[in-house]
């Protein structure tokens, strides 16, 4: 794995930190890396969606990190009805007790919550400008619209969103499976149905050193 994601770091990134650099990156470093990670997995894992949003992974060594949905993956269909969108959010710690992950409900709960500004609706809004402006035409318009059709008014009835929420983790000593598995449960309390909550964690050794090796493109 690690070695998957060298090599895609180096057709990705325009240069590698310095010792220096990975060693000030702090928690924006690594949770950028994280949603690298998370978003190669899925790319591999999901080859069938077809539209992909994910502004830090793909810029993983930027010292800031915007404020979105980590990644929004769309899959587009022959049949719009078979139309769906995966709302991936992202975690990265290398805490043992994964604590962090639970700020994965939080994220979620965003998604229909009060402050209209981080609605689901209003941060699909610059994937719809991309469709009208940057595919232009007919199939942008098309593309545009079928997106904001998935979007009910709340979990309940919005059954072509699915939620992938996603920890990056430290694999010695923790138990991500419980703790996804409350994860899940929690959100499917919320209204969210379980056929919509696919629950992730990826666990890699030594998981602070080896972002900074990834930082500096080191094996």
Same mark, same amino acid.
């Given at each position: 794995?690690?070695?998957?994601?060298?090599?895609?770091?180096?057709?990705?990134?325009?240069?590698?930190?310095?010792?220096?650099?990975?060693?000030?990156?702090?928690?924006?470093?690594?949770?950028?890396?994280?949603?690298?990670?998370?978003?190669?997995?899925?790319?591999?894992?999901?080859?069938? /969606?077809? @539209?992909?949003? !994910?502004?830090?992974?793909?810029? +993983?060594? %930027? $010292?800031?990190?915007?404020?979105?949905?980590?990644? #929004?993956?769309?899959?587009?269909?022959?049949?719009?009805?078979?139309?769906?969108?995966?709302?991936?959010?992202?975690?990265?710690?290398?805490?043992?007790?994964?604590?962090?992950?639970?700020?994965?409900?939080?994220?979620?709960?965003?998604?229909?919550?009060?402050?209209?500004?981080?609605?689901?609706?209003?941060?699909?809004?610059?994937?719809?400008?991309?469709?009208?402006?940057?595919?232009?035409?007919?199939?942008?318009?098309?593309? /545009?619209? @079928?997106?904001? !059709?998935?979007?009910?008014?709340? +979990?309940? %009835? $919005?059954?072509?969103?699915?939620?992938?929420?996603? #920890?990056?983790?430290?694999?010695?000593?923790?138990?991500?499976?419980?703790?996804?598995?409350?994860?899940?449960?929690?959100?499917?309390?919320?209204?969210?149905?379980?056929?919509?909550?696919?629950?992730?964690?990826?666990?890699?050794?030594?998981?602070?050193?080896?972002?900074?090796?990834?930082?500096?493109?080191?094996?």
């Amino acid at each position: 794995g690690h070695d998957a994601m060298l090599i895609w770091l180096t057709d990705t990134v325009e240069r590698f930190l310095t010792e220096d650099e990975a060693k000030g990156g702090g928690n924006i470093l690594r949770g950028n890396i994280g949603e690298s990670i998370a978003f190669c997995v899925s790319h591999f894992h999901d080859c069938q /969606s077809n @539209r992909a949003h !994910a502004v830090n992974a793909l810029r +993983p060594l %930027n $010292s800031v990190s915007v404020q979105d949905i980590d990644i #929004v993956w769309i899959c587009f269909s022959p049949d719009p009805a078979d139309d769906y969108a995966i709302v991936q959010e992202v975690k990265t710690t290398s805490g043992v007790t994964l604590s962090y992950a639970n700020e994965l409900i939080a994220d979620y709960d965003k998604l229909y919550g009060t402050n209209l500004d981080l609605t689901l609706r209003s941060r699909f809004k610059p994937l719809k400008k991309d469709f009208l402006y940057k595919i232009g035409g007919d199939q942008g318009k098309d593309f /545009s619209d @079928r997106l904001f !059709a998935m979007v009910g008014s709340g +979990p309940d %009835n $919005s059954p072509k969103i699915k939620l992938r929420p996603t #920890v990056v983790h430290e694999l010695a000593g923790t138990n991500p499976q419980a703790k996804m598995t409350s994860i899940r449960n929690t959100l499917i309390g919320k209204g969210w149905t379980g056929a919509a909550v696919e629950a992730w964690s990826i666990g890699l050794t030594n998981l602070d050193d080896r972002l900074h090796r990834l930082a500096r493109g080191m094996n």
